[in-house]
């Protein structure tokens, strides 16, 4: 079993930033592909970004590209996710997630954790 918990969330203004962490614990961290999610009220669980085992791979989604920066700290099991020039469709609850070996962008992740609320003001 992996935990993960993650926490950075909150109440920001448009074209604000934050930086969302997930914390790790169980089983080896450099096993798992890390990814964040976010689902809106309403809507359908979707896909932001994801970082290979290492972290020499990432991808995004296309309405975060150059305003999100995913990274991770193996050392500290934590992977991290930057969220700069914010807009107010950001708004959701933002998960993370850890998918065993290689990386993807469907739902298919192996550990989820329990979320926290992005809020983003106009």
């Known amino acids: 079993q992996v935990q993960l918990v993650e926490s950075g969330g909150g109440l920001v203004q448009a074209g604000g930033s934050l930086r969302l962490s997930c914390a790790a614990s169980g089983r080896t961290f450099t096993n798992y592909a890390m990814g964040w999610f976010r689902q809106a009220p309403g809507k359908e669980r979707e896909f932001v970004a994801v970082?290979?085992?290492?972290?020499?791979?990432?991808e995004y989604a296309d309405f975060v590209k150059g305003r999100f920066a995913i990274s991770r700290d193996n050392a500290k099991n934590t992977v991290y996710l930057q969220m700069s020039s914010l807009k107010p469709e950001d708004t959701a609850i933002y998960y993370c997630?850890?998918?065993?070996?290689?990386?993807?962008?469907?739902?298919?992740?192996?550990?989820w954790g329990q979320g926290t609320q992005v809020t983003v003001s106009s």
């Open positions: 970082i290979s085992r290492g972290g020499g791979r990432t």
């Open positions: 997630a850890a998918k065993t070996f290689d990386i993807g962008r469907a739902l298919d992740y192996d550990y």
